[in-house]
């Protein structure tokens, strides 16, 4: 019988115990790791964690087997996943605009900026990721790194727009509410759903769109750590 003894916080394991006969011995069984972070609470970024085992069994061979442990990335996570709500919750702080949680998904005024920071520790470097959905011409979904504010000030942002004609990616930097664009790119391909992750570790910033890199961009006009959050237009979500 083989145990998980020990699990990271923030990740679950199903089953907990495995249980091999001289009949199965040889035949592999699984364990799904599940992240649950966020829901304790607290946000610790990017991790790793180590899962460790524990063995008994009637045959002195095995029992106390010792069994190297695992490593296992874990990331801080939100899904929206609850009921309608204009409050987003513990880990959220709303800086600029309207959002709330509609339909079991993050939901923004459609006729302003919406900006969201998640409730963590300054982080100077930072990878960010959401499922986006983009509507109808003009809406925007972006993501927040290095944020200091006040209000819609202070931080760099990855972004995806939808256009009269497509799609186009943004990276900007805003410093005392001024936007300056880095760098931008058509998106071709993109159909107004998908995944959106913007990287940034000293002076680079990277945005990717459906895992693949769209936008490199470099700045050092914001260098201190701040938060990560996500940012809204246009009825995006």
Not at 120 to 149: C, E, F, I, N
Not at 194 to 218: C, D, H, M, P, Q
């Amino acid at each position: 019988t083989l145990n998980t003894s020990s699990l990271p916080i923030g990740v679950t394991a199903a089953p907990t115990t495995l249980t091999f006969t001289s009949g199965n011995w040889n035949v592999p069984q699984d364990v799904t790791l599940t992240p649950t972070a966020l829901l304790d609470g607290t946000f610790q970024g990017k991790r790793v964690g180590t899962i460790q085992y524990a063995t008994a069994s009637v045959d002195p061979t095995y029992d106390a087997l010792l069994i190297a442990d695992t490593p296992v990335s874990i990331t801080d996570t939100d899904d929206f996943n609850r009921s309608n709500h204009t409050n987003l919750g513990p880990h959220w702080t709303e800086r600029a605009g309207d959002s709330n949680v509609l339909s079991q998904a993050l939901a923004g005024s459609a006729t302003a900026t919406n900006l969201i920071m998640l409730n963590s520790a300054a982080l100077a470097g930072a990878v960010v990721q959401a499922d986006v959905v983009l509507p109808t011409v003009g809406s925007s979904a972006g993501l927040v790194t290095r944020y200091a504010g006040p209000g819609e000030s202070n931080f760099y942002v990855g972004m995806l727009t939808k256009t009269s004609t497509g799609y186009e990616a943004y990276i900007y930097r805003n410093v005392n509410g001024q936007y300056v664009l880095l760098t931008s790119h058509a998106v071709a391909g993109f159909t107004g759903a998908g995944s959106l992750r913007f990287e940034i570790a000293g002076t680079y910033l990277k945005l990717f769109v459906n895992n693949s890199l769209r936008l490199v961009a470099t700045d050092n006009k914001i260098i201190a750590a701040g938060q990560v959050g996500i940012r809204t237009r246009g009825g995006a979500r």
